[in-house]
């Protein structure tokens, strides 16, 4: 009797493009910890983390997942992994400490050192220059609502493009600046928690720009063949009902979520429904002649953040306002209903309405769709732009059994499930160059700081150990095959 390979075989029909981009994602403030050594000075985040009642269980960044002093065993787990790419983020606070002036070695070296060990294990280091570590003393001259914080960022590009661009190929500008605009300056569930809706629009058009000059810094300071994106986290938005006002809302939110940064970075303007929908609140006067052109500095790539759909309906005349819960997808204590809305100008118009189905540990449904949506809409809209998915991931309850073993069969499915939508994507032509998975190891949330674990390798926080959770494994079998089974 012949005997049968019984292990799973990628066929054609999953079978990802040669040359795909496997990843897994982290953000600095979330896992290095070691947050007041080798010059570092406090961001946003650990003023933020240490104000009563901002962060679950008042929870900060001090240690998280001691990443700065266990990097050599977290790029081991890399390999082992067989990532092809590991997308970081540099803290700005590491490498330039008051936000200006010139930077400090020691923090600029612990990168080199990271990328030194992630090449050396053959891993394609992908940096991203801001995941929401602000410098607090550029919060104190008044943050990302002040136009200078977009300067001072391109300075900071600069520097760190001119320290690792002979070994970085690939840079992210900015991460999510929807959550750090909105979650940041509206809704306040975010670092620095101001809940002023103006701010959180001047933030966003000064991310906008920062984004652009950082282009302009980094293309200045990196060899010719670099790779620069931004990262987004769209909105999947579904109306209720195919009627004339659940789409309207829906274009309100897109307005807000998605094209206030898609219509400026790609076509050099901002979306006259956003102008329009916002008046009662800000004249947009903080714009300047020549912001939009610098915004719109080619890219090569643009990465997108998924985790959810949102569906949205019109508030109906007569009908109360129900306060929006305002995450939809994305991170944040928005449970109190005192919260403001991080959706400046919605209020009364549009709300938001439970996803039916299965849902992860941070309450948010598993809707793969949404991403296929995603990605195919920008197919459209913007063909000539190749798309990563930089950040797709899910909470579980996650737990050590007696063995020492992780078993996390939910976060495979929701995995498998949203690199099947990827796939269908790209056989339908969508031009999806990688897949970065969130995240690495279980780390600081956020606002809901360590009570949320999204990593493919479990960390006890008590002993910094690291276990392979089986989703690990799992990623490193189609990683291996190169698709799904
Ligand atoms: O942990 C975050 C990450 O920092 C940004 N994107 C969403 C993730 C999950 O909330």
Known sequence: MTAVDARPRTTAESRFPRGFRWGTATAAYQIEGAAAEDGRTPSIWDTFSRAPGRVRNGDTGDIAADHYHRMNEDVALLKELGVTDYRFSVAWPRVQPTGRGPAVQRGLDFYRRLVDALLAAGIRPVATLYHWDLPQELEDAGGWPQRDTAGRFAEYARIVGEALGDRVATWITLNEPWCAAFLGYASGVHAPGRTDPVAALRAAHHFNLAHGLAVGALRAALPRKSEISLTLNLHAVRPLADTAADLDAVRRIDALGNRIFLDPVFHGRLPEDLIDDTAPLTDWSFVRDGDLETASAPIDSLGINYYSPTVVAAVSPGAPDVPLPGMTGMTGVSDAPDTPSPWPGTEGRVRFVPVPGPR??????????????????????????????????????????????????????????????VHRAIAEGTRVRGYFLWSLLDNFEWAYGYSKRFGIVHVDFATQRRTVKDSARWYAAVIGRGGLA
């Open 360 to 421: 992860t540990a941070m309450d948010w449904p598993v809707d793969a769709d949404g991403l296929y949506e995603l990605l195919t809409r920008l197919r459209d809209e913007l063909p000539r732009t190749p798309l990563m998915v930089t950040e797709n991931g899910a909470a579980y309850d996650d737990y050590a059994d007696p063995s020492g073993a992780v078993h996390d069969p939910e976060r495979v499915a929701y995995l498998r499930a949203h690199l099947a939508a």
